[in-house]
T-cell receptor
Framework: GQQLNQSPQSMFIQEGEDVSMNCTSS?????WLWYKQDPGEGPVLLIA?????ELTSNGRLTAQFGITRKDSFLNISASIPSDVGIYFC???????????FGKGTRLHILP | ETGVTQTPRHLVMGMTNKKSLKCEQH?????MYWYKQSAKKPLELMFV???????ENNSVPSRFSPECPNSSHLFLHLHTLQPEDSALYLC???????????FGPGTRLLVL
């Protein structure tokens, strides 16, 4: 079946540090999406990627659609306290167009 | 504000109660989704409606009954739930089926 592996599962970093997380799939995707979920809220779309190799930024966030079309990463530069939350990747499988979600990366920022 | 609203935001119900969750989207989208989010589990897709027609039902127990009267509104009717049904229920919408989804804030459900 379709699998989407997101890592790391959780991260503890100091404020001001850069963050990197990634997702890999067992099949080829034609879309990669990155969401952030704050406690008690629904996921909010951060970045959408539609072409292999695409590199897109949204403020301090940068995401890339891997050349193999089986992976994507999200980087956050100079982290701040409001970056705390759960980051989800999601991908659309080329074979059946279904969108599946990763299990999330929980980001903690130490004062 | 993502353009997708959900009510109520919190709900506590007994196992014999009947309640309904409501979702409304103001984005002009044609597809709407219900997801269940439990602790330490990935998002579980429950139902998909595209142009008011149900296109997916991912083996969801019959105690969950969706209703989509029009492209802007989606309901999830709940009856005789179990404690393990306690979770965050998220609604999402997209312009077309399987396009980028925008989520509502969710309804936190506790079944006693």
């Amino acid at each position: 079946g379709q699998q989407l592996n997101q890592s790391p599962q959780s991260m503890f970093i100091q404020e001001g540090e850069d963050v990197s997380m990634n997702c890999t799939s067992s099949s080829i995707f034609n879309t990669w999406l990155w969401y952030k979920q704050d406690p008690g809220e629904g996921p909010v779309l951060l970045i959408a990627l539609y072409k292999a190799g695409e590199l897109t930024s949204n403020g301090r966030l940068t995401a890339q659609f891997g050349i193999t079309r089986k992976d994507s990463f999200l980087n956050i530069s100079a982290s701040i306290p409001s970056d705390v939350g759960i980051y989800f990747c999601a991908g659309q499988d080329l074979s059946d167009d279904k969108i599946i979600f990763g299990k999330g990366t929980r980001l903690h920022i130490l004062p | 504000e993502t353009g997708v609203t959900q009510t109520p935001r919190h709900l506590v119900m007994g196992m014999t109660n009947k309640k309904s969750l409501k979702c409304e989207q103001h984005l002009g989208h044609n597809a709407m989704y219900w997801y269940k989010q439990s602790a330490k589990k990935p998002l579980e897709l429950m139902f998909v409606y595209n142009f008011k027609e149900q296109t997916e039902n991912n083996s969801v127990p019959s105690r969950f009954s969706p209703e989509c009267p029009n492209s802007s509104h989606l309901f999830l009717h709940l009856h005789t739930l179990q404690p393990e049904d306690s979770a965050l229920y998220l609604c999402a919408s997209s312009q077309s089926y399987q396009e980028t989804q925008y989520f509502g804030p969710g309804t936190r459900l506790l079944v006693l």
